[in-house]
């Protein structure tokens, strides 16, 4: 039973560029969760996210960021025109339902130079 | 969800039991304590998580004291490898996610 898959693992980006990011939740999951940690801080929330549906994505900057979870596939973190700031680990985590029995990926690592 | 307040850094000799404290002095009843850990740069690990009852599961132990203001989390044999920043989160069953504070970073030493 594979965990929560994220790749890749670290991504490079050119200032300007976009990054996408996905993330495959655990067999049986239907909730799916997006953190970001920025260097030598702690995890901030992002979003979250069910089938087609976005339920709260009160951690999302405003501007640049967006996220999906399509009926099919996985879920993508998408930031346009990336800064240097955007430089980071996104963690993606999995659950069965709302609120319950959390499972983190491995994260990918996001550059910008 | 009910904040939580942990000790900033701890030190643990290895093969001995660190015991790691959480105050949720505002927790309601239907909260949950959960720990969570984050070995440098890995996504977090869940441990273990309780209501009332004291639970043990192969990783450890957690202690919630009887009126639920303060738990301890129990790595009853420290290791090199449990080096980490240990998270304590109070969580509602549903409607919440999980909000992580600061944290305790243990270190357990040779």
């Known amino acids: 039973n594979a965990g929560v898959m994220q790749n890749p693992r670290h991504l490079v980006r050119r200032r300007g560029q976009e990054a996408r990011l996905r993330c495959s939740p655990m067999?049986?999951?239907?909730?799916v969760y997006w953190y970001r940690q920025l260097p030598e801080e702690g995890l901030k929330f992002m979003v979250y996210?069910?089938?087609?549906?976005?339920?709260?994505e009160s951690g999302m900057p405003k501007e640049r960021f967006s996220a999906e979870f399509p009926k099919e596939g996985p879920s993508i973190l998408r930031i346009q025109q990336v800064v240097r700031g955007d430089s980071a680990a996104y963690f993606c985590?999995?659950?069965?339902?709302?609120?319950?029995?959390?499972?983190f990926g491995s994260g990918t690592r996001l550059t910008v130079v | 969800d009910a904040k939580t307040t942990q000790p900033p850094s701890m030190d643990c000799a290895e093969g001995r039991a660190a015991n790691l404290p959480c105050n949720h002095s505002?927790?309601?009843?239907?909260?949950?304590v959960y720990w969570y850990r984050q070995i440098h740069s890995q996504g977090p690990q869940y441990i273990i998580h309780?209501?009332?009852n004291n639970e043990t599961n192969e990783m450890a132990s957690l202690i919630i004291t009887e009126d639920r203001k303060s738990s301890t989390l129990i790595l009853p044999h420290a290791t090199l490898r449990d080096t980490a920043v240990y998270y304590c989160?109070?969580?509602?069953?549903?409607?919440?996610?999980?909000?992580f504070g600061e944290g305790t970073q243990l270190t357990v030493n040779p």
């Open positions: 985590a999995s659950s069965p339902r709302d609120s319950y029995g959390y499972t």
């Open positions: 067999k049986g999951h239907s909730h």
């Open positions: 996210l069910q089938k087609e549906n976005i339920i709260d």
């Open positions: 505002t927790i309601s009843g239907n909260e949950y």
């Open positions: 309780g209501l009332k």
């Open positions: 989160i109070a969580l509602e069953t549903s409607g919440s996610r999980l909000t």
